[in-house]
């Protein structure tokens, strides 16, 4: 038996408004056509490494998997010989399949999760749960699970032939503790009856925790994301609840714009640019979580930095928000998955924050309000706002 599920319906466009304002001592040039697409030139599509997990906007498409259109998931339901499968897989299905209808949403309905049960039964694997390395196991180890797996849906039957990608999902209780996404290596891919494996999720008990979103999140790792949390000390202290990369429990899960356009959901026409000095630009933006708009006025401050401004509404995927406003955070492609490569700008201003809310994730703008980094050479100023829209002036000195 195969399971599908259907499309939510995605809220219509809203129209946004251009501002540019003339300042005496300021050029105010046309905004540059940003391309988020491998190879790019344009100054505010910083590059990163390419084939690695960064928030570049040159991503290695033969290495990860491009996130536009329908992709096909096969997804199997694992247990072992000390874990037999606890339940009925359909339940394990519909833990996670909500996931689709999320990135559809977030995805202004580009991407479309297809996932299909290969086989409606649980298929053993030929070793112990705590023998492939979980929480942490190495990438040989991932691999061996990985194939193990494959190999047991192949052997009972399934047709792993025509899939994208393929969810393992382990039974509960088993020690299998994480999910965690898998890449194969380009030049050595595993081969299971005559199909290539090339990305996989592998989820462990921890998705009865987080749910959908923990699909949502790993998948974002197969089309090239990186981790937005701090792998040491606080793990929240560089987006906190600000996209779902960061911290899948957080009150505004939305991707931030700028990934939404390394992802090509955002495109280059909304994107407003200023590179060259001495330089500015309003725009105004419509909140990232519509469709349609204005989506980031960006200022390039290196060959790997940027400053990006965004709006965000209390609305679908960000229904829950802890503060609305504009959000402004830094980029730096060259940084490492969990590390830091976006940080949120904290607003010294914001109100205290209510039950569930961290100070960061007040960190939302209002309009009256400046934030500069004299040392970048950067200023942004809220104009105005409305339900819908949020006027800002980017300035680079």
Not at 296 to 324: F, H, I, M, W
């Amino acid at each position: 038996m195969r399971f599908s599920i259907r499309r939510t319906r995605r809220p219509l466009a809203l129209p946004p408004l251009l501002a540019f304002v003339m300042l005496a001592v300021l050029a105010v040039v046309p905004a540059e056509r940003a391309q988020a697409v491998n190879g790019s030139t344009s100054p505010c599509a910083l590059r990163g490494r390419g084939n690695a997990v960064d928030e570049g906007q040159n991503t290695d498409y033969t290495q990860f998997l491009n996130p536009l259109g329908t992709k096909k998931i096969g997804v199997v339901y694992v247990d072992f010989p000390d874990m037999a499968g606890a339940g009925d897989v359909a339940d394990y299905y519909n833990l996670l399949s909500p996931a689709a209808n999320w990135v559809w949403d977030a995805s202004y309905g580009k991407t479309w999760l297809n996932m299909r049960t290969t086989l409606n039964r649980w298929v053993r694997m030929p070793s112990a749960s705590g023998t492939y390395g979980f929480p942490s196991p190495t990438y040989q180890q991932h691999s061996r699970y990985v194939t193990d797996a494959l190999k047991a849906a192949a052997g009972g039957g399934a047709d792993l032939s025509g899939y994208d990608m393929f969810y393992i999902v382990s039974t509960a209780h088993s020690q299998v503790s994480r999910s965690t996404a898998w890449f194969g290596t380009p030049s050595a891919l595993p081969v299971v009856n005559g199909t290539r494996i090339r990305w996989a999720v592998t989820f462990g008990t921890d998705m009865w925790h987080w749910g959908h979103k923990v699909a949502a999140h790993e998948t974002a790792h197969a089309f090239g994301a990186p981790d937005l949390y701090a792998f040491s000390g606080d793990s929240h202290q560089y987006t906190s609840g600000w996209d779902l990369m960061g911290y899948l429990g957080g009150r505004a899960p939305q991707y931030f714009g700028w990934t939404s356009w390394k992802f090509g959901w955002t495109t280059d026409e909304q994107v407003v640019c200023v590179w060259q000095p001495r330089t500015q630009n309003t725009a105004t933006l419509n909140g990232v979580e519509y469709t349609g708009g204005t989506k980031l006025l960006v200022v390039q401050t290196g060959p790997t930095t940027a400053y990006v401004a965004e709006a965000r509404r209390k609305v679908y995927n960000d229904s829950d928000l802890c503060s609305s406003g504009v959000l402004i955070y830094k980029v730096d492609t060259s940084v490492a998955s969990g590390q830091g490569p976006i940080r949120v700008v904290p607003n010294p201003n914001a109100a205290a924050p209510p039950s569930g809310c961290g100070t960061l994730d007040m960190a939302a703008w209002q309009p009256g309000q400046t934030f500069v980094d004299r040392a970048a050479n950067v200023e942004f100023t809220v104009r105005s706002a409305d339900a819908y829209n949020s006027t800002v002036n980017a300035i680079k000195w």
